[in-house]
């Protein structure tokens, strides 16, 4: 019923840039807190950056000044631009989006397929 087809993942070299798209698509009325997530090799998943339909925006500290998350709600896309890229920010990227369909009070959190970065010289 839904979608979250994410793109632009990479090799990059350090100090390099890359920016990450994610489109949701299907039975969606609305969407709420949409995020981005990283999963590096032998580590658990963690938090990159959120942003709230009203524009609210939080990050982990050791991305703090150097990604920046956004969204375009009118195409239910949310970005994540990364500068300064450093190897240790190499991991796949998933994008998270909590959706509510027509007809339903509640949310459910959707998940993309991932996307993957690579920071290396």
């Known amino acids: 019923q839904v979608q979250l087809v994410e793109s632009g993942g990479g090799l990059v070299q350090p100090g390099g840039s890359l920016r990450l798209s994610c489109v949701a698509s299907?039975?969606?009325?609305?969407?709420?807190?949409m995020g981005w997530y990283r999963q590096a090799p032998g580590k658990q998943r963690e938090l990159v950056a959120g942003?709230?339909?009203?524009?609210?925006?939080n990050y982990a500290d050791s991305v703090k000044g150097r990604f920046t998350i956004s969204r375009d709600n009118a195409k239910n896309t949310v970005y994540l631009q990364m500068n300064s890229l450093k190897p240790e920010d190499t991991a796949v990227y998933y994008c998270?989006?909590?959706?509510?369909?027509?007809?339903?009070?509640?949310?459910?959190?959707?998940w993309g397929q991932g996307t993957q970065v690579t920071v290396s010289s």
């Open positions: 998270k989006a909590d959706i509510t369909h027509y007809g339903s009070y509640f949310s459910i959190g959707y």
């Open positions: 299907g039975s969606i009325f609305s969407i709420n807190s």
């Open positions: 942003t709230t339909s009203g524009g609210r925006t």
